[in-house]
């Protein structure tokens, strides 16, 4: 018998600033299984514990180094079997990955560079995307099915965004960053998003806190979940709750029968 679960991923911009808005207590009126933040800007005892009243099973944080600053962290009420913060590919320990194994399935929760700072960063972004791609085809091969959500820090095609041409030089559009996404497709991976919703426009997971973004829709899709093919058969829904204020990003997700 196969369950379905919902899996949702939000980039808070700040688990602390979250907390005291109370922006994460519709939590409480879902039945989601696992989430996944990102941004968190906090050390394990700095989480806030008035999040919500929901309770899960497990809480895996990864913390960056340098305080105040990224990190991850992983709340499920399902238990893995083993979880790693994949040193070798965020080798600047700023807390971005939190892999999470449940049996064959492998989730990862990424908070993926952004290239906006200089042509260093930038270089940063692009070897971690092709360093942590090979990591995903490495399990593959052992026979894993793969989940992959988070901020990719990418929009994928001009549908993606409102301004397309206006940010074709600009990190977050680029040719190299936006081939990595073609790339991890034709190697077999499924924009849920898409896959569920075709073209649909308008869709935005990020709005810029400037010149009133979001309440005109200037967005950019850069959230994501990604799924091995293979999980194809499973995909239920993917969707973005762009009601949900609290960050400069909303919430997306899924469901999927496992």
Known sequence: MSNSIEIISWNVNGIRAVASKEALKWIDERETDILCLQEIKALEEQ????????????????????????????FSTIKSDLTSTCNSIDTMNEGRIIETHFDDIVLFNVYFPNGQKNDDRLSYKMKFYDDFLAHCEALREEGKSIIICGDVNTAHKEIDLKNPKANSKKSGFLDIERKWIDKLLDHGYIDTFRYVNGDEADRYSWWSYRSNARVNNVGWRIDYFFISEDLAENLEDAFILDYITGSDHCPVGMKISL
């Open 47 to 74: 989480i806030p514990e008035n999040l919500f009243d929901k309770k899960y099973e497990e809480r895996v944080v990864n913390s960056a180094e340098k305080k105040g600053y990224s990190g991850t962290t992983t």
